[in-house]
C-alpha cells in the first residue's frame, strides 16, 4: 500500500500477515502470538519507541486487533474502531501554544481575553496553562503578533463528527455514540494509535471449517492493484486461498439503483427529497447526527454489499459472505444491529492481501474475462456514480429525467454542511447522494494506491466494461426472492 504513513503500514501488515499464517498452519497459540512481539522488537534497544516494553505493549494491541477483539481486554466495545492506549501519549494535550513569535508585549491582549486565568507570564514570552485552558480560542483572536497556534490533534481534526476526545493522560478516546465509523481518523495519526478489528482469522476458520466462502469485491477494487489487475485477477487468487468464488459487488450497485430508482420515483411525485444509503458511514451520520432526516429522507434500500449478500444467500443459506474493498464502515454494517441478513465479515485491501500472503499467494494477472456489473454499477465507487445509476435506471423505466435537481456530496464536511441545510429547509434539490470518503469510495481510508493512480488504472480497466443496460442485466438473477430493504431478510445472531 502507498500512503504517507508507510512506516506504520508495514508494521500492521506484518503483524497481520504473521497472525494470518499461524491461523492458516493452525498454530495460532499464546506462545506463538508471543514469538510476534519479539520478531518486532528483539531488543535490546528500541526500533521506533521509547523502549522496547513500549514497543512489545503495542504489538500485543496490534494482534488483539488483527483477532478481531478490542486491544484493551478489559474495555471491550463492539465499535470495529479502536484506540491502542500505549501507542497514544506523545501527542500534546493542550490545544493552544504560545509560540516563540511572542514579542512579550506590554499590552497583553491575549491575558486579557481569557476569562479562565489560563494565560500568565513566563520567563520570556506568554505561557498557557493546560489544566486551566478552555480551548476557547479567544486569546488567539486577540494576539496581534499571531503568536498563539491552535494545533488540532490529526485524529481529533479527521473526524468529521466530533468522536474523538482525550482524556486526562492524553490518551484519545472515541465516543460510540458519535463514531460513524468513517475510519478517517486511523491513517491521519502519525504514531498507528488508532485501528480497525480485523477478522481475516474468522473467515480463514471459516474456509478451514469447509464451509462455502464466497468474497464480494467492492466497485472500488478495479484499479487498486494496477492496470492490469481485474476482477478476474483477484478471483483466481481468492480461490487459490480457499474461497468458492468472488462476486462483483458492482451488481449489486445495479440492484441498489433499480431499487432507489422506484424509491426516487414516488419520492419525487410526492415532493419529498430522498438522500442515498448506500455509504454506511453517511447513514451511520444520518443516524446519530440527522436523526430526522433519516427517519424521513433516507433512502430504505440496503447497500450494494448487503444485496449481493443476500443474493448469494438465497442460492445457499450457510454461505459465509465477505466484502472487501477499501471501506472501514462497511464493518461495522456487518455488524449492524439495524440491518438484517447483512455480511458475514468485511475485509480491507491491505486484510486481503496479508492473508494472501501468509499462504503465499499474488494477485497476478489472469487471461480471463469477467464482468457482472453494469458499468453504471461499476461506478458506484465514485463521487456521483450512485446517482447516475438510479438516474439511469429511472429512464429505462420510462421515467423524464431532465428536470431533475441532483447533489452530491463527498466529504465528511461537505455531507455535514449538506445535511445542516436540508435540516434548515434550504436545500435547493430533489435527491442527494450522501459520501464521507473525499471523491467516493476510491478515495477510502484503506485503498491500496494513491487515489492518483487508482484513477487510472481504474479508467483503463472500466473501458474495457460492456454497455449493457441496469434492469436487462438484473434479469439474470432472482430478484423477487430477497428483500432490498433494510429491515427485510433476516436478523443477524
Known sequence: MVTNDKGIVELKHFILREVCRLAWEDRLTEEEKEKILYQVSPGPKPQYRCCIY??????????????????????????????????????????????????????????????????????????????????????????????????????????????????????????????????????????????????????????????????????????????????????????????????????????????????????????RIMTTSCCPAFVSMLRHHFPKIYQENKSATVSPMVAVSRYLKTLDPDTVTVFIGPCIAKKGETLSEFIKDTADYALTYGEIVALLDARGIEIVPVEEDYQEASIYGKCFAGSGGVAAAVMEAMREMGEDTSDIRLTACAGGEECKRTMMLLRAGKLNTDFVEGMICPGGCVGGPSKHQTEALVLKARAELLGKADGRKILENLERYPMDQFSMQRDGGQPKD
Open 54 to 271: 513500549k514497543e512489545r505493549e503495542i504489538v500485543r494491541g496490534r494482534i488483539r486487533l488483527a483477532l478481531g477483539q478490542s486491544p484493551q481486554p478489559d474495555h471491550p466495545s463492539r465499535n470495529v474502531v479502536a484506540v491502542i492506549p500505549a501507542a497514544c501519549d506523545d501527542c500534546p494535550i493542550q490545544d493552544y501554544f504560545v509560540s516563540d513569535i511572542c514579542r512579550f508585549c506590554l499590552g497583553k491582549a491575549c491575558l486579557n481575553s481569557c476569562k479562565f486565568g489560563a494565560i500568565q507570564p513566563g520567563d520570556n514570552k506568554m505561557r498557557i496553562d493546560p489544566n486551566k485552558c478552555k480551548s476557547c480560542g479567544q486569546c488567539a483572536k486577540a494576539c496581534p503578533f499571531g503568536a498563539i497556534i491552535h494545533q488540532e490533534r490529526p485524529c481529533k481534526k479527521a473526524c468529521p463528527v466530533g468522536a474523538i476526545s482525550y482524556n486526562e493522560a492524553g490518551v484519545s478516546q472515541i465516543d460510540d455514540s458519535k463514531c460513524i465509523h468513517c475510519g478517517h481518523c486511523i491513517h491521519s495519526c502519525p504514531f498507528g494509535a488508532i485501528g480497525s478489528k480485523i477478522f481475516a482469522v474468522d473467515v480463514i476458520r471459516a474456509i478451514q471449517a469447509g464451509k462455502r466462502v464466497v468474497a464480494m469485491c467492492a466497485p472500488a477494487t478495479e484499479g487498486q492493484f494496477g492496470k492490469d489487475i481485474g476482477m478476474a485477477s483477484i478471483r483466481s487468487a481468492l480461490r487459490k486461498a480457499g474461497f468458492a468464488d468472488m462476486v462483483e459487488v458492482g451488481i449489486g450497485g445495479d440492484m441498489t439503483a433499480a431499487s432507489e430508482a422506484r424509491e426516487w420515483i414516488e419520492a419525487r411525485r410526492e415532493g
